[in-house]
């Protein structure tokens, strides 16, 4: 069972910068597409941008593209999210996933199928 924990969540103010990590456990990650998804309180779990597992694809969403960008590195069983520029309606739960395919297109939550906690990013106005 894969394990994931998300950190570097808290609050800043609008136009600020956050950097999330996502630190997964060891077995099957470097082969796994990976996901960030956010939840804001009585929505669902939204679609925020998703990597291959060697990086080299990468898709975002449309309200965070130019903003935000995901990164991951094997070596070390992690996975980023540097948000810059943040705006209030990015405040939300962030939550990293990790899909059974190597690559992923959909921007749904149902491919991914093991998520961390969350963590929690609040935007200032």
């Known amino acids: 069972q894969v394990q994931l924990v998300e950190s570097g969540g808290g609050l800043v103010q609008a136009g600020g910068s956050l950097r999330l990590s996502c630190a997964a456990s060891?077995?099957?990650?470097?082969?796994?597409?990976m996901g960030w998804f956010r939840q804001a309180p009585g929505k669902e779990r939204e679609f925020v941008a998703t990597?291959?597992?060697?990086?080299?694809?990468?898709r975002y969403a449309d309200s965070v593209q130019g903003r935000f960008t995901i990164s991951r590195d094997n070596a070390k069983n992690a996975v980023y999210l540097q948000m810059n520029s943040l705006k209030p309606e990015d405040t939300a739960v962030y939550y990293c996933?990790?899909?059974?395919?190597?690559?992923?297109?959909?921007?749904?939550?149902?491919?991914?199928?093991?998520w961390g906690q969350g963590t929690q990013v609040t935007v200032s106005s």
């Open positions: 060891e077995r099957t990650f470097s082969s796994s597409a």
């Open positions: 990597i291959n597992w060697s990086g080299g694809i990468r």
């Open positions: 996933g990790r899909s059974p395919h190597s690559t992923v297109y959909t921007t749904s939550a149902d491919a991914f199928g093991s």
